[in-house]
């Protein structure tokens, strides 16, 4: 019974190796026809997307949402880190949905610091949907000023050139949405 039962266990196992390595092979061979079809229709290569978007001379204003619930470990300086960036246009939207939220305190803190950054706190009472996040999204977007967003969480925090990074390739129209990627770091106990 028990060699019976190790021998499903490692079918099993096989047979979600194979999967698994198919489905890598899909990837691969998928990304090779996108590139040869983008060459094909004379779309031009990243490198060169990345060029242009270097080369692009405008400043390309920017709403940065962040949705709030609590309080995390190191929030304030994480969110410190927005409102130093070397971006000359931008404004930070944060937003709760309790107006009792604990990080109202430390929004109106940051305000007090930056007094000349646009900094806006949005209670968002509605539920629109089981996602909270989404929800306060929603909500705190009919307040943005400017049509390209950057939305991160209060976990977040970011080098002084963060904004221009991610805002400098949007002035190329073929490009419609930019993401980066995180490092995670362990916070003091």
């Not at 899909?26 to 490198?47: D, T, V």
Request: net charge positive.
């Amino acid at each position: 019974m028990i060699h019976r039962i190790a021998t499903i266990i490692a079918t099993a196992a096989g047979a979600i190796a194979v999967c698994s390595t198919g489905y890598y092979v899909l990837c691969l061979w998928s990304a090779a026809r996108f590139l040869r079809e983008r060459r094909a229709l004379g779309k031009p290569a990243l490198s060169e997307v990345e060029g242009y978007a270097r080369s692009a001379q405008t400043v390309l204003p920017v709403t940065v949402l962040k949705p709030l619930k609590g309080t995390d470990p190191e929030m304030y300086e994480n969110l410190r880190s927005h409102c130093v960036q070397q971006h000359s246009e931008y404004e930070i939207i944060f937003g709760v949905n309790d107006p009792g939220d604990p990080a109202m305190h430390v929004i109106e803190r940051l305000k007090r610091e930056f007094p000349h950054l646009a900094i806006s706190l949005v209670v968002c009472p509605k539920s629109m949907g089981s996602n909270t996040k989404v929800s306060n999204l929603a909500q705190m977007l009919g307040t943005a000023r400017y049509k390209y967003l950057v939305v991160n969480d209060s976990d977040i925090r970011v080098q002084p050139d963060y904004l221009q990074r991610i805002a400098t390739p949007l002035a190329n129209p073929q490009i419609g949405m930019v993401t980066c990627f995180i490092a995670a770091f362990p916070t003091q106990p």
